[in-house]
């Protein structure tokens, strides 16, 4: 009987054993379809950057400086278009230039009902955001907009702007779901755990999914511990103490159920956005 046990436990065993592997068979198969999937459009630009850097080294063979992607002290920058059918508003301005300075700084200038709110961007450090915040300042991008969300709780005490579509009096439910035609890739995420969001950061707001920068961006009034998910665009040298008043004015509760925090009770209203 022992015997007959034996085999039917040898035969179950191979049986599992072969389902599994079945199993794992199908698993590979599926990520490789994905996988193939996935990198498609890669292969595709790949592909033709090829076809057309081969082209243009043998039109040009005997230079070796010259034609060049980027010039010295700028770098190539990704505009992806925003995807309006994800629910969010989109205020169609075009796109920055595909090349921008990777050096020096850029002051970032907001004249507020309360008062003149100044940054120093540093290029070399956030290129791209930099150019992009330049760019929709000479667009008057943000002209007459108003800061939408407020967060006051313990190691969180941000202001958050930068909806071309919060405008005029009062708040409404879309506020914050605005941005421009276009998002960008997060670039210069905090290093320090400790403290990666110090006070008078201005930092970039996303979806939460890489690639989803567009325009908002939040103020920290105080040191500010959030997951180094958001590109730090740069640092206030004027008015925090504007946006701290703000901050201390507390908020409607509106997002506590979701986003957290809420519309701010003292309103802070950009009239004008320089970049120089």
């Given amino acids: 009987m022992s015997s007959i046990k034996d085999r039917q436990r040898a035969a179950a065993r191979a049986r599992l054993e072969k389902e599994m592997a079945e199993r794992a068979a199908s698993a590979r198969k599926r990520r490789q379809r994905q996988a193939i999937i996935g990198s498609a459009i890669a292969v595709v630009v790949i592909a033709g950057a090829a076809v057309w850097i081969f082209s243009a080294l043998k039109k040009d063979d005997k230079k070796t400086t010259a034609g060049s992607a980027t010039a ?15 629910g969010g508003k989109v205020k169609d301005v075009g796109t920055p230039p595909a090349n921008v300075p990777n050096t020096g700084t850029s002051v970032l200038t907001l004249d507020t009902n309360l008062g003149p709110i100044e940054a120093t961007i540093d290029l070399s450090k956030a290129p791209c955001t930099g150019a992009s915040y330049k760019y929709l300042a000479s667009k008057k991008f943000l002209d007459n907009t108003k800061c939408h969300r407020l967060v006051n709780e313990d190691s969180f005490k941000v202001l958050q702007c930068g909806d071309p579509f919060a405008t005029g009096k009062g708040y409404r439910d879309t506020d914050g779901t605005g941005g ?31 690639g989803s920068t567009g325009s908002q961006f939040f103020i920290c009034s105080e040191d500010t511990k ?13 008015g925090l103490d504007l946006v ?31 970049v120089s």
């Fill in 72 to 86: 010295a002290g700028t770098v190539a920058c990704t505009w992806t278009p925003a995807d309006a059918s994800a």
């Fill in 180 to 210: 421009p035609s276009y998002t960008m890739a997060e670039e210069n995420l905090p290093t320090d755990t400790n403290n990666p969001y110090p006070a008078g950061s201005i930092a970039m707001a996303n979806t939460g999914q890489p």
């Fill in 226 to 238: 959030l997951s180094a998910n958001y590109t730090l665009l740069g640092k206030i040298t004027k």
């Fill in 244 to 274: 701290k008043d703000v901050v201390k004015a507390g908020d409607d509760e509106a997002f506590k159920a979701s986003a957290g925090g809420g519309h701010p009770k003292k309103e802070l209203d950009i009239k004008t956005m320089t």
